[in-house]
Structures are given as structure tokens and as C-alpha cells.
């Protein structure tokens, strides 16, 4: 088994060894993973926060040691708190770094960070302030960063800066937690969950006071949301069909 670290600010997971493929996901600067298969160009790699898998060009890795992987597994996570902030390189660089990317590597990496960082310290009562950070983001799939980022990206992030661990995809971060009766019983920070007509969900957003819910829809924005699913005021019209409810904290 290979061992390996994102050196640089957003770097693609694809579905497939091509540039053309889709891309599933992203590894912002700083995550840590194993590579599970490597190729000429590409190597199938499962990130240690998450264990999403998926493929990553191997001019976009850094490969570090066993005994190094394990480290950044052990200790507090420590992330960069701004929308975007710096490190700089032994030559003196400036590497972007967007919020949400892991600090804990920046001396193994010949790197310095002077800015602003949090702990992932375990507050609810922080998830809907965190989720405003990226008010306005422009909608990509498979995106985790305030450049672009989907529905389930977003939620995966403002909980991991809260010191939580959600899965990458909508599906699968329904799977956690526990499932409420009805909407009244859910709290800001909650997460509710919405499914297409096939009864698959496919997509997530953040509950917050007074039955409204910060997602991702071409944005991230706010909308109401009842128990019919979200509503969209300028659309006038129900936009998501709300499947359930989940307090995960």
C-alpha cells in the first residue's frame, strides 16, 4: 500500500483516468489518502477523511510514507478558516488554499501559514454560520470549495469544520444519523434530505430558524422550506420534495 497528500489548492477526483472525465469530487490542499491502484498517469486513491474513491492525476499527488499517513490521521485536525487564504512555499510562493483544506502537513511540505485556522471543535451551534460562509457559491458537481460546490459538498464541508465526519454523496450522508417525525422536531443544523421521482435522493441542504434551509441550487442559497420539500419564492413554486429529516448532531 502507497501513501499519499494534495500539495496544491483544489485538485479533481474523476470518475475515470482522463482529464475529460467526469469529475466526482475534489481533494482540497492538505487531505491525506491511500492509493489503492497506481498507473502511468493515474492512481485510484480512497481519502482518509471521508473513504471516497475515485481517480487522481498523479501530477496532482505527493507521495509521503506510511508512518506519515497514520500521523495526520491521529492528530486534531487544524483547518484554514478564511474563503481563501495562503501558504508559502521554501521559494516563497503563495500556494491559494480554500477554507476547509488541512493545515496539519504544512511542515512536511516545506510550507507557512500565517492566517486564520479553527480546530473542528464540535458546536451546532456553528453549522448554520459556517454554511453562510459560502452564501452565493456558484453550483458545480462535485465540488467542495467557494468556486464552485454541490449540494452534498457543502454539507460535507460545513460539518467537517465543525469537527464532524459526513459522507461525500447526499445517499449516503442519509444513511447517518437519526430521522425525525416531523419537520417541527428539527433544529438549525439539521440536515434534511430530498428525492427525485424514482425515489432516490439527490440532494441535501441545512436546516436553519424559522423553516428555512441554506442548499445548493445554482447557488448556494437560501429558501423556505415546509412539508412539501423547498420552496422557491422566486420561482413560486415547490423545487425539492422533502424525503427526511436527519439530526446527525
Known amino acids: 500500500m502507497q501513501y499519499g497528500i494534495c500539495p496544491l489548492s483544489i485538485v479533481p477526483l474523476r470518475e475515470t483516468t482522463s482529464n475529460k472525465s467526469e469529475m466526482v469530487s475534489q481533494v482540497l490542499y492538505g487531505e491525506h489518502f491511500k492509493i489503492l491502484e497506481e498507473r502511468a498517469q493515474w492512481s485510484r486513491i480512497r481519502v482518509a477523511f471521508d473513504n471516497f474513491e475515485s481517480w487522481i492525476s498523479n501530477k496532482q499527488l505527493l507521495k509521503i510514507p506510511e508512518e506519515t499517513y497514520y500521523r495526520l490521521d491521529e492528530v486534531i485536525p487544524n483547518y484554514s478558516a478564511d474563503l481563501f487564504d495562503f501558504v508559502t512555499d521554501q521559494n516563497g510562493h503563495l500556494i491559494t488554499v480554500p477554507i476547509g483544506a488541512s493545515l496539519n502537513a504544512t511542515d512536511l511540505l516545506n510550507h507557512h501559514f500565517e492566517g486564520h485556522s479553527v480546530s473542528g471543535e464540535k458546536l451546532k451551534v456553528e453549522i448554520v454560520k459556517a454554511a453562510l460562509l459560502y452564501l452565493n457559491s456558484p453550483y ?37 444519523g437519526e430521522a425525525l417525525s416531523f419537520i417541527e422536531e428539527s433544529e438549525a443544523g439539521d440536515l434534511a434530505f430530498f428525492d427525485d421521482k424514482d425515489g432516490v435522493i439527490d440532494h441535501v441542504g441545512i ?18 422550506i415546509d412539508h412539501s420539500g423547498i420552496f422557491n419564492a422566486e420561482l413560486k413554486r415547490h423545487t425539492h420534495k422533502l424525503r427526511v429529516i436527519k439530526k446527525i448532531i
Open 140 to 176: 458545480s458537481w462535485g465540488g467542495k470549495s467557494p468556486l464552485g460546490i454541490d449540494c452534498s459538498g457543502l454539507t460535507q464541508m460545513v460539518y467537517k469544520l465543525n469537527g464532524y465526519q459526513l459522507n461525500r454523496n447526499s445517499a449516503d450522508q442519509a444513511k447517518q
Open 207 to 224: 436546516m436553519m430558524n424559522d423553516n428555512y434551509i441554506i442548499h445548493v441550487d445554482g447557488k448556494v442559497r437560501i429558501d423556505r
